[in-house]
């Protein structure tokens, strides 16, 4: 049998999968499940985890070694496992406000606690119906397919296959409770560069730099389904560029310019992957007569390791040798419109609701609860079952 037709789909929305892109019939979830990322808390605990990161891709010894250093820099702690705690604390104190009867349970898919220890949980506590929100709002491998082909996984491995099933929110890059913390730190952000640079002019002398995590192109290219015809940069990009404009015109009515950039790649260097790198792009400004730069985590929800090193530290320092005046908008992280937004989109899946009553800041979205066929496949690591509606 092929890997198209051995595909499972796991989930309350199997007759949807070949069928219907968005589920409007209402599902009784009993229990919110917050997928992480994960990261290490300690130095004992950064190549185990860096392992567990890079499982099953023959990433050598001494590759971990050097992103290693980057967590050792702090200690060996990521900030994420305290981010994504405060988060769990701030959807269940948004759920209890509006009467909402609905635990939130807390696993990652790297680091503990695990995904497994979240489904342990579940079952403990009769839970039989999860909706997942995963802690990363745009759609490729890593940051939508992997979430569900993990939770395929830990169900088979726990054994809770048939007993528990996992939803997933849609893609949420355009929601609302995303985007307007990033519009608001863009207004924020042009003020404080005035208030440095008296007399600056945003329309020749700012420049807003939008980054997120550099990919390899050929994943990039199969983001999204491929029935909407993205182009080499898939839905991953055009996702990211169609935020920016919103958040441009938003924030500064179209007068500053911007840029997409990327950051953190990784791999050998003859494996192509997005750009252009921020930084490199930081070296090109002055020569334009760019005085000072507005850097937005537009990738990212919260400030993990990503952030801090490659952006308040690399990307900060590439600014200050190139003479430019630099500030960061900070990601959303606990935002009460970010918070509020998770919630509703936990209530869109369990009532149902209508296409056309889901908001949406772009004309991509609102994006599917159900995935297409062969939507964010990686072609290196080769075909892999997934949860949540993955079509076969």
């Known amino acids: 049998m092929t890997a198209e037709t051995t595909a499972r789909v796991i989930g309350a929305t199997p007759a949807a999968a070949s069928g219907p892109k968005h589920v ?11 997928a992480g990322f994960g990261g290490p808390e300690g130095q004992d605990d950064v190549i185990p985890f860096l392992r567990n990161v890079t499982r099953g891709r023959g990433i050598p010894e001494e590759r971990l070694e050097e992103v290693a250093h980057h967590y050792r820099h702090f200690g060996g ?8 705690r405060e988060l769990k604390a701030a959807l269940e104190a948004e759920l209890a406000a ?11 898919r790297n680091w503990d606690p695990y995904l497994e220890d979240a489904l342990k949980e579940a079952q403990e506590q009769g839970f039989t119906k999860l909706i997942a929100i995963a802690t990363s709002a745009y759609s490729s491998y890593s940051s939508c397919r992997q979430y569900r082909e993990d ?3 830990v169900l088979e491995e726990t054994g809770l296959e048939g007993t528990i099933q996992i939803d997933k929110v849609r893609q949420f890059f355009d929601h609302p409770g995303f985007v307007e913390p990033f519009i608001e730190g863009v207004k924020n952000a042009v003020a404080e560069v005035q208030e440095k640079v008296p007399g600056i002019d945003p329309a020749t002398e700012i420049r807003i730099l939008y980054s997120t995590h550099s990919i390899p192109s050929t994943d990039a290219a199969k983001s999204g389904p ?24 938003a924030a ?16 050998p260097p003859s494996m192509p ?8 792009r930081i070296g090109e400004l002055p020569a334009t007569g760019v005085k000072a730069v507005i850097i937005v985590p537009l990738g990212f929800v919260s400030d993990h390791m990503e952030v801090l090193w490659d952006l308040d530290n690399e990307a900060m320092e590439s600014s200050e040798e190139n003479g430019l005046v630099a500030v960061r908008v900070p990601t959303p992280g606990t935002h009460a419109k970010y918070v509020k937004g998770l919630v509703d989109l936990v209530l869109e899946r369990r009532d149902g609701v209508p296409v056309d009553q889901r908001p949406a800041m772009t004309d991509l979205g609102p994006w599917y609860d159900v995935c297409r066929p062969g939507c964010c496949e990686n072609v290196r690591l080769g075909f892999k079952p997934a949860a949540a509606g993955l079509a076969p």
């Open 24 to 34: 409007t019939e209402p599902v009784a979830y009993d229990a919110i499940l917050l």
């Open 226 to 249: 491929a029935e909407r015809g993205f182009g080499e940069g898939g839905a991953y990009a055009a996702q990211h560029l169609a935020v920016a404009e919103v958040v441009s015109q």
């Open 151 to 153: 939770f395929a996984r």
């Open 252 to 267: 500064t009515g179209g007068v500053i310019g911007w840029d997409l950039v990327y950051q953190s790649r990784s791999g």
């Open 77 to 84: 702690v990521s900030p994420i496992n305290d981010q994504n």
């Open 98 to 108: 509006r009467g909402i009867d609905l635990p939130v349970l807390w696993g990652n």
């Open 273 to 280: 992957w997005l750009e252009p790198d921020i930084n490199d």
